[in-house]
Nanobody
Framework: QVQLVESGGGLVQTGGSLRLSCAAS????????MGWYRQAPGKQRELVAT???????NYADSVKGRFTISRDNAKNTVYLQMNSLKIEDTAVYFC??????????WGQGTQVTVSS
């Protein structure tokens, strides 16, 4: 069984920073692409950023220049460094990963709240 566990969410003021982490555990051979998504109240889940096993990244236009996704393949962990946070970044953030021969899994989500 595979698990993804997020951490690092919380309450921060506008302009502040947070770093999210997502660690994969369980039985799997390798992890392909990993990513972060978010869902604000009343809105659909949207892509924030993705990263391939080789380190190629992709970002939503709304977070480019403010957020940085990275991963540590040895630790099976993906990170999201969020800087210059805005009120509109408030959402539940989910990590997702594609596991070889196992499929795609999602974490349980971590709340990020940005206040003025």
């Amino acid at each position: 069984q595979v698990q993804l566990v997020e951490s690092g969410g919380g309450l921060v003021q506008t302009g502040g920073s947070l770093r999210l982490s997502c660690a994969a555990s369980g039985s799997f051979s390798s992890i392909n692409a990993m990513g972060w998504y978010r869902q604000a109240p009343g809105k659909q889940r949207e892509l924030v950023a993705t990263i391939t096993r080789g380190g190629s990244t992709n970002y939503a236009d709304s977070v480019k220049g403010r957020f940085t996704i990275s991963r540590d393949n040895a630790k099976n962990t993906v990170y999201l460094q969020m800087n210059s946070l805005k009120i509109e970044d408030t959402a539940v953030y989910f990590c997702s990963a594609g596991f070889t021969f196992v499929g795609r899994y999602w974490g349980q989500g971590t709340q990020v709240t940005v206040s003025s």
